[in-house]
């Protein structure tokens, strides 16, 4: 340098280490407090069991908060419906009625948590409600989709004259059975 020129020594402007794990700790604190896991709050490297274990628990927290603003909801609702006299006019004597379905979980491995309910469901320790709710549906909304996709696909395969099961695999009961060989 010379004699005359001016010397700008930059600052640093991000905090230090120990302020960043202050500030984690706090938000840890409030997550901890609501119930949502630090893993989502702060993305830091999650991996395998621990994702799926932070994941999970942020499930149960939606499913939680989404639940308990449903009567929230359902109130909001009957007011709008209650103060419009237009809206009132023709309803349904069940109006009230309403049916709520949680929030899809969010799920790292959605093939082994399938399998995992379609098991529980099939040994009777979970109910298709159950299930239903963690997929973000209800059972009713389920039958009838499936029954009509079952419906559309054996109808399009009469009309086009291909064979049962080309458009939509055949269930169980629709396969042709073969005769048992007699036994001596």
């Known amino acids: 340098m010379q004699r005359g020129d001016s010397l700008e020594i930059p600052t640093v402007n991000r905090p230090g280490d120990s302020v960043q794990r202050f500030w984690q700790f706090v938000a840890a604190r409030e997550g901890a407090g609501l119930g949502l896991p630090i893993e989502i709050l702060i993305m830091q490297s999650l991996q395998g069991t621990m994702t799926r274990a932070a994941l999970d628990m942020a499930a149960g927290f939606f499913r939680s908060r989404a639940a308990s603003r449903v009567e929230a909801f359902a109130r909001v609702r009957e007011h ?6 237009l809206l009132r006019r023709g309803m349904p004597p069940d109006w009230r009625k309403y049916t709520y379905s949680t929030p899809r979980a969010i799920n ?6 399938s399998q995992a309910l379609i098991a529980e469901w099939q040994q ?5 409600s159950a299930l239903c709710g963690e997929l973000g549906t209800t059972p009713d909304e389920l039958f009838r989709t499936r029954a009509a996709d079952w419906k559309l696909a054996r109808d399009i ?3 086009t004259g291909v064979p049962p099961g080309t ?4 269930s169980v009961a629709e396969q042709p059975q073969t005769e048992p060989e007699p036994t001596e």
Do not use: H, Q
């Open 108 to 113: 790292v491995d959605v093939g082994r948590n």
């Open 124 to 128: 009777g320790f979970r109910t298709m």
């Open 80 to 85: 709008v419906i209650m103060s419009t006299p």
């Open 167 to 170: 458009c939509m695999p055949l």
């Open 157 to 159: 395969e009469a009309e």
